[in-house]
């Protein structure tokens, strides 16, 4: 996502992290498990342009989403390339197959929705209601989707979208899309500092999805 282009977000549907469900439902051990392998797909070509599409597609792939006619690997995982490409053509994230914007949280939603999931995309809250959001969907066996900032003092903005699959006591775990089942091991601390943007709205910025 671009700088000039980081302006033109709609931010209509995002919304404050107000308080977390009070109740919390029981998940089993192969719950767990399952989230924890939950498989990452990487970018065609290492586009860091399409960290959208990717992160779109693990958590899709996760809640057994996807199109019947893809080649798939013996194990039944959609094949790479042909899956993102796919998906970028039916959601139309991040607008073309060449696009060099990146993909905003509104078509992220969009696409979570057209798929059928109850999605909701929230940003500008507190790194510490952000984390706890965080820690509660992973608790009901849920993947979360992270806006992270890459940026530099003195460089061009660079940011991408991952997808969270594990917290522990010393910190965060997400995919990544710069090769196959990519994942990175972040401390708080790391990851906290990565949430926040320049542009206090999109800081934060967290997108929930769950399966009825």
């Not at 798929?115 to 965080?134: C, D, M």
């Amino acid at each position: 996502m671009n700088e000039n282009k980081a302006f033109e977000i709609d931010f209509t549907e995002a919304k404050n992290i107000a308080s977390l469900p009070e109740r919390v439902y029981p998940i089993t051990q192969n719950e767990i498990v399952r989230l924890e392998n939950i498989w990452g797909f990487a970018a065609p070509n290492k586009n860091n342009s399409f960290s959208g599409p990717c992160a779109l597609g693990t958590v899709l792939h996760f809640h057994s989403i996807g199109w019947s006619h893809l080649p798939k690997e013996r194990n039944g995982r959609p094949v790479n390339d042909p899956y993102i490409e796919e998906l970028i053509r039916w959601s139309q994230a991040p607008g073309t197959l060449a696009g060099d914007m990146g993909t905003t949280p509104g078509m992220m939603l969009a696409s979570l929705r057209k798929a059928g999931l109850r999605a909701q995309w929230y940003s500008g809250s507190s790194v510490e209601k952000t984390l706890q959001l965080i820690k509660y969907e992973i608790g009901q066996g849920r993947p979360v989707i992270v806006l992270v900032n890459h940026r530099q003092v003195g460089q061009p903005v660079s940011v991408e979208w991952q997808v969270v699959f594990k917290t522990s006591s010393t910190g965060i775990y997400t995919k990544y899309c710069s090769y196959a089942d990519a994942e990175k091991a972040w401390t708080f601390e790391e990851f906290s500092r990565c949430l926040q943007m320049e542009m206090e709205a999109l800081s934060c910025c967290v997108i929930t999805a769950e399966k009825d």
